[in-house]
């Protein structure tokens, strides 16, 4: 497996990229800085706000694999304590619920870092 690191234009936007998803993580709070990368045939964004780093997974036609979230969770967080962090495997429904539509995506993984 290996981690991708996409490019992001100046002027792209996650709230036009995946605008349901954000809206139910931080709905207006800012963010500070993202990055894209792909994993395969998993799209993943690396978001870091001023109270939280969010890393999600988004696969367009199957399921995540636990051992791509275990990857991903490596690269990303290499001297975070797997305690710190909260995966929430069920997200896409969560974000479809918040919505009231469905989402274009076939899974949807959240992890998550809080700030002290």
Do not use: W
């Amino acid at each position: 497996m290996h981690l991708i690191e996409t490019p992001v234009r100046l002027n792209a936007s996650l709230h036009k990229m995946i605008p349901r998803t954000i809206n139910y993580l931080y709905g207006k709070t800012a963010i500070k800085f993202f990055k894209t990368y792909t994993l395969d045939a998993v799209h993943i964004y690396y978001i870091d706000a001023f109270s939280e780093v969010d890393v999600i997974m988004m696969a367009d036609k199957r399921k995540i694999k636990s051992e791509e979230i275990d990857f991903t969770i490596d690269k990303l967080f290499p001297e975070v304590s797997r305690t710190e962090l909260t995966v929430d495997p069920a997200a896409k429904a969560k974000v479809e619920a918040r919505a009231k539509r469905k989402l274009q995506y076939h899974d949807v993984v959240i992890i998550q870092q809080k700030r002290k």
